[in-house]
């Protein structure tokens, strides 16, 4: 139920329309998405759970179908590796270690998309991570309350 509802409001976050200037200084909610599950929930994370939540964001972004699902499997591996020693730091470090993973996540995508015959912007990928690792403590906030929703929501039906 927490893995639904706060993948429903990852894709919403993806799909609101934004202001022109806002369009490459936008975070990848989906990176951010999975950095949330990896370093708070790594005990309930599934890859497959993974591997089907990245292709409605394949779609919207409009790469290959698979690419999402391959760097997510990457960040979830990386962040539940570095997940208990991650936690336990300030959010300040918690950001430099998103920032530094998404950064990997990020020059994969742009190989990943190079080999696919697209021409991503590599300052656009490295500028998302950047503005993905100053958002992480906001969005943190943002899923731990909708988890707790979600969670208030299941105990109201038991």
Do not use: K
């Not at 972004?61 to 999402?68: A, N, P, R, S, V």
């Not at 979830?76 to 270690?97: E, F, H, K």
């Amino acid at each position: 139920m927490i893995f639904l509802v706060t993948w429903l409001s990852t894709l919403f976050l993806i799909v609101i329309p934004y202001p022109a200037w806002m369009t490459l200084a936008l975070p990848h909610f989906g990176f951010l998405f999975v950095t949330w599950w990896g370093l708070m929930r790594n005990y309930q994370l599934s890859m497959t759970l993974l591997l089907i939540a990245s292709l409605p964001i394949d779609v919207l972004y409009g790469t290959t179908l698979g690419l999402h699902g391959l760097l997510f499997a990457l960040i979830a591996y990386a962040l539940t590796l570095l997940g208990p020693s991650v936690r336990q730091v300030n959010w300040i470090r918690q950001s430099l270690v998103v920032f530094v993973v998404l950064l990997i996540a990020s020059a994969v995508s742009y190989w990943a998309r190079t080999l696919t015959g697209q021409s991503p912007d590599l300052m656009i990928l490295v500028l998302q991570s950047v503005v993905s690792a100053l958002l992480w403590s906001p969005l943190r906030w943002f899923y731990d309350v909708v988890a707790d929703y979600a969670e208030g929501l299941r105990a109201q039906r038991q």
